[in-house]
């Protein structure tokens, strides 16, 4: 912990990730013992875990319900799988600037959103098994172009997705800079 945030203001504030603890080690230079890391259960917060795990329920399905609507014939390019992934990488890179650099501190968009729903939407498994089932039925270009083009493709799409995030973020300062005013957030960022 920082020396200014200490007690009950720290636990009310975002909650401590793995990142943001000191490191045990040796003793500072006031003599007193550098502060320990907490076990990981004991940082693990039941909300955090919830929203991933609704998000992940929602995004796999809504993968499945799309594979079930698109189907891929056998020893086609697997244009679903393909649509998904790279849709999840533009929406991710997105919800990224939001999250970042755009709304205020949230505590449970991130893991629902990116964690659990994009997480479990985009599939890195299928997309291996569909180039797995190209190889084996010979079509070893289509497989090529799954394997490379789903890569530039998804590259493609986050670039894409953090230049508009971030084309978002300059027009609301210029907008806030304008009228002097900040803009109110709704439910989802407490």
Do not use: C
């Not at 200490?6 to 504030?13: D, Q, T």
């Not at 603890?21 to 006031?30: D, F, K, L, S, V």
């Not at 056998?74 to 990488?89: C, D």
């Amino acid at each position: 912990m920082r020396a200014n945030e200490s007690g009950p203001e720290r636990e009310s504030r975002e909650p401590t990730y793995i990142s943001d603890a000191e490191p045990r080690g040796e003793p500072e230079r006031g003599g007193d013992p550098a502060p320990t890391r907490e076990p990981f259960r004991s940082r693990l917060r039941k909300g955090v875990l919830a929203a991933v795990t609704l998000g992940g329920v929602l995004g796999g399905s809504a993968r499945y319900v799309l594979g079930l609507m698109f189907p891929t014939p056998r020893g086609t390019f697997p244009l679903t799988t393909f649509a998904i992934n790279v849709s999840g990488a533009f929406l991710l890179a997105l919800l990224l600037v939001y999250v970042l650099e755009i709304w205020p501190p949230t505590r449970y968009v991130r893991p629902f959103a990116g964690v659990g729903f994009l997480g479990a939407f985009t599939t890195f498994s299928t997309w291996m098994v569909d180039t797995d089932h190209l190889l084996g039925h010979g079509h070893y270009a289509v497989a090529a172009f799954n394997v490379f083009g789903s890569l530039f493709a998804g590259l493609a799409a986050t670039v894409l997705g953090l230049a508009i995030g971030r084309m978002t973020l300059a027009r609301r300062v210029r907008l806030t800079t304008q009228h002097g005013r900040a803009h109110r957030y709704g439910w989802w960022v407490r």
